[in-house]
């Protein structure tokens, strides 16, 4: 089993940036990805990634502003966000899978991983 834990939220104005953190252990090879969840609403994938990096998604809300990466030797996974919206915030988790097919099928599937971080609290004021 993973065990995650997200760093680097914290509150922002419109416009700035941040960068999350996720750090894993019991990690192998693991698909990962980024959900967010804000105050009332359901939990959506925001992106996500392939063990080597070579295939990422994006939720359309965040393309072109949102990077996702991963340091494999460090087990750590990476969000860098720019241009942030107070419409971003929300409390922000990572999530791993295994499974590729399960993964292909969905990668911004929340229902698809089986791993998953606290939350970490990104906050964006206009």
Not at 80 to 100: F, G, H, R
């Amino acid at each position: 089993q993973v065990h995650l834990v997200e760093s680097g939220g914290g509150s922002v104005q419109a416009g700035g940036s941040l960068r999350l953190s996720c750090a894993a252990s019991g990690y192998s090879g693991h698909y990962m990805g980024w959900f967010r969840q804000a105050p009332g609403k359901a939990r959506e994938g925001v992106a996500s990634i392939s063990p080597g990096g070579g295939a990422t998604y994006y939720a359309d809300s965040v393309k072109g502003r949102f990077t996702i990466s991963r340091d494999n030797a460090k087990n750590t996974l990476y969000l860098q966000m720019n241009s942030l919206k107070p419409e971003d915030t929300a409390v922000y988790y990572c999530a791993a899978i295994a499974d590729a097919r399960r993964w292909y099928g969905g990668p911004l599937d929340e229902d698809r991983y089986n791993d998953w971080g606290q939350g970490t609290q990104v906050t964006v004021s206009s």
